[in-house]
């Protein structure tokens, strides 16, 4: 009759130990497949310039299949497709893989937020692409000013270089005159 607690306890204890064992087992070697794009990921690039984003997943050798999505304006995910101008690749590594979108040639409209999906339904944070307009290139611009600049100031020279030694060749020309009259 005594001994009932201590039945009770070491069961208590047995329980305890199993299941917290059988925990323990359970959560070390789990794989929890997943896109792992960073909240608050951003990119941005200038029109006509070439951009790849990148969405890494865990798959813990699954297979798994990476579609890209992009917001509509209408606030729906529309899927993306590759075009000529848009090419998805994927490189895969032994328990993970990494999901490329690349825009050959971005162009404005291809400003917005994306997010990459798992079949399975895992949904990536969302990547802000931010396209500015295309750059001109200012440092041919500034080259060409500055030639032009530099092009004017020599024949400025040149200019005050030739009337100085004309001044000087007709004065002494002049003068020579004047002594050949004396003579
Ligand atoms: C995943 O993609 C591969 C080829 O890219 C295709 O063969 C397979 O059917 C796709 N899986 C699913 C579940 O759509
Ligand atoms: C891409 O293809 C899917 C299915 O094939 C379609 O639902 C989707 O509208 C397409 N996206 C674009 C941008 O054409
Ligand atoms: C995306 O990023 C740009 C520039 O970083 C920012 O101006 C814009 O508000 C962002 N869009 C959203 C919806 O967060």
Not at 117 to 143: C, F, M, Q, R, Y
């Amino acid at each position: 009759m005594d001994r009932l607690p201590y039945t009770y306890l070491l069961i208590f204890c047995c329980l305890t130990f199993g299941c917290s064992f059988g925990r323990g087992q359970d959560s070390s070697p789990s794989c929890d497949v997943g896109v792992m794009v960073r909240r608050g990921t951003t990119k941005k690039a200038a029109a006509q310039q070439r951009l790849t984003v990148e969405c890494p997943v865990k798959h813990c050798g699954e297979s798994v299949n990476v579609t890209w999505c992009k917001l509509l304006e209408t606030n729906q995910w529309e899927q993306i497709n590759q075009t000529e101008n848009v090419e998805i690749t994927q490189q895969k590594y032994v328990d993970r893989l990494t999901s490329f979108l690349t825009f050959k040639r971005i162009s404005i409209h291809d400003d917005g937020l994306y997010r990459c999906n798992l079949l399975t339904g895992d949904i990536s944070h969302i990547i802000n692409i931010t396209v500015s307009a295309e750059v001109p290139s200012d440092a041919g611009k500034e080259d060409v000013s500055w030639l032009s600049y530099f092009s004017i100031c020599v024949s400025v020279i040149l200019l005050v270089i030739t009337v100085s030694v004309l001044t000087a060749l007709s004065f002494y020309g002049w003068k020579r005159r004047v002594y050949s009259y004396d003579a």
